[in-house]
Each structure stands twice: as structure tokens, then as C-alpha cells.
């Protein structure tokens, strides 16, 4: 049989309060849509649901900046609240410039802004508020993952996507921020390409593509899709989560 890989909306997700169980809001949005998970399926969902059933959210009103996060709002055009709130999610900032800070996230993530966000989340002018990123996106993963196997019976995989920018091209896409269940960087070396020759360098970013893939239905604006079934991706078990998608340091030939 050709290979196929099958992406489908599961429409029916409500706007996500803190507190709320996200099984729970799953469960019903696939039973109302009349779909039944299988084993081997992959559900990505938005990293914004999950922080919002986290309660990642940080009120402006609530932050103190300090020098260095006045110093960074000044060269950046940026609220010095917002900068404090991005220098306390990252170990470093590699780049500044108006409009855009690049950090290095205390969770191994290059990207733009530490994920801090406002857009699709409800804020009081009066009291603005930002959306963290989960505090662990894998452990996150990992608690769906069991949780749908206990209630449903079905191994299912996880990715928690986000969309970010890259150094070399422009627009943004999706990459996965915690995964469970399976192999999130598949290393090829020594598979035999067509011409029987060995690989040598090939890893693929199985859950990157993935992520993106699933972020293109979700889609940046008003559609309100944030999670995406996934099937046929046939995927190699693994307990490991994401680690494996960061590179090191000393590879990193962009800093």
C-alpha cells in the first residue's frame, strides 16, 4: 500500500480557562465529532491550551522591571514589564533589535520573545496579562499521554506545537515544544539510501514536521482549531520526549 499520512481538525474545543482538564475537553470534542482514537494516532495540540489550563498567564501589574529590563525595553521599543517577564523565562539573549528580542529559553529553545504572548488570549486593558509557555511541555505531553491510555484503552502519541521563526528564511511555522510517545529526532546513519550508499549525517526532525503540518490547519489568527488528529505517521515508541530536537550549544552556528 502507498504510504499516506492523514491531518484532521478536531473542531468543538471550547475557549480553555485555567484549572480546566484538558482529557476531559478532548474526550467530548472527539466523541461530539464522532472520532475514535487508534493506536499509533498523534494528537498536536497548541501550546496555548495547555497554558491556559495551566494558568501560565502573568499580569504587567504584577511585575517589578529591573535596570537591565529597562535597558532592553528602551533598545527594543518594548514594555520594560514585558522584558522583565522575558528575561525571567530565559537564560540569554542572543539578539535585540526593534520589535523582536531573541532569547535562549530556560527550556533550551532559540526563539523569538521567550514564546511570550498576547495574541487569542482575553486581557483587561486595565490589567493586561501575557501567556507563558508551559512550565514543561514534555511532562505535559506525558500526563495527556497516560491519561488518554487510562480512560481510552489507546496509545496514542502527543506534540505540544508553537510556531517560531528561523535565522535563514522567512515566516514562521510550527515546531514541537514537548512531545511523549515516540521518537522526536529519528537518526538515520548508516540507512542505505536509494543508490545503496550508507547516510551519514541524516537525522530527521520527525516531530518538527509534524508540529508544522498540524500548525498550518490550526492556522495564527480567529480559526480557533487547536488541536489536530494525526494519522499514519507510523513513529518508533520512545520515553525520551523533545530533548533530542535542541541542539547543542556548541553546534549552534547562529550565535
Not at 481510552?152 to 510517545?181: C, H, K, M
Amino acid at each position: 500500500m502507498t504510504p499516506s499520512l492523514a491531518f484532521y481538525t478536531v473542531p468543538g474545543i471550547p475557549m480553555v480557562l485555567p484549572g480546566d482538564d484538558l482529557v476531559d475537553i478532548l474526550l467530548v470534542a472527539l466523541s461530539t465529532a464522532d472520532i475514535a482514537l487508534q493506536d499509533g494516532d498523534v494528537l498536536v495540540l497548541a501550546q496555548k491550551i495547555v497554558s491556559k489550563a495551566e494558568n501560565r498567564y502573568a499580569y504587567l501589574k504584577d511585575v517589578e522591571p529591573s535596570e537591565e529590563a529597562c535597558a532592553l525595553a528602551k533598545k527594543c521599543d518594548k514594555d520594560p514589564r514585558h522584558m522583565q517577564l522575558l528575561l525571567n523565562e530565559s537564560r540569554e539573549v542572543i539578539r535585540a533589535r526593534p520589535g523582536v528580542v531573541i532569547v535562549e529559553h530556560e527550556l533550551g529553545y532559540v526563539h523569538a520573545n521567550a514564546g511570550i504572548d498576547r495574541s487569542n488570549i482575553d486581557s483587561d486593558d486595565d490589567n493586561p496579562r501575557l501567556l507563558l509557555l508551559p512550565k514543561d511541555p514534555d511532562r505535559s505531553a506525558a500526563l495527556l499521554k497516560s491519561s488518554l491510555q487510562t480512560r481510552l484503552g489507546v496509545e496514542v502519541n502527543i506534540i505540544i506545537n508553537d510556531s517560531a521563526g528561523r535565522a535563514w528564511r522567512n515566516g514562521t511555522l510550527g515546531f514541537a515544544l514537548g512531545t511523549a510517545g515516540f521518537e522526536a529526532v529519528e537518526n538515520r546513519v548508516g540507512e542505505l539510501d536509494i543508490y545503496g550508499r550508507p547516510l551519514e549525517v541524516t537525522e530527521v526532525a520527525v516531530a518538527d514536521e509534524l508540529a508544522a503540518g498540524a500548525s498550518f490547519l490550526m492556522g495564527q489568527g480567529s480559526e480557533a482549531l487547536p488541536v489536530v488528529l494525526i494519522r499514519g505517521a507510523n513513529l518508533r515508541p520512545s520515553s525520551q520526549g523533545s530533548a533530542g530536537l535542541i541542539r547543542d550549544r556548541e553546534k549552534d552556528m547562529f550565535r
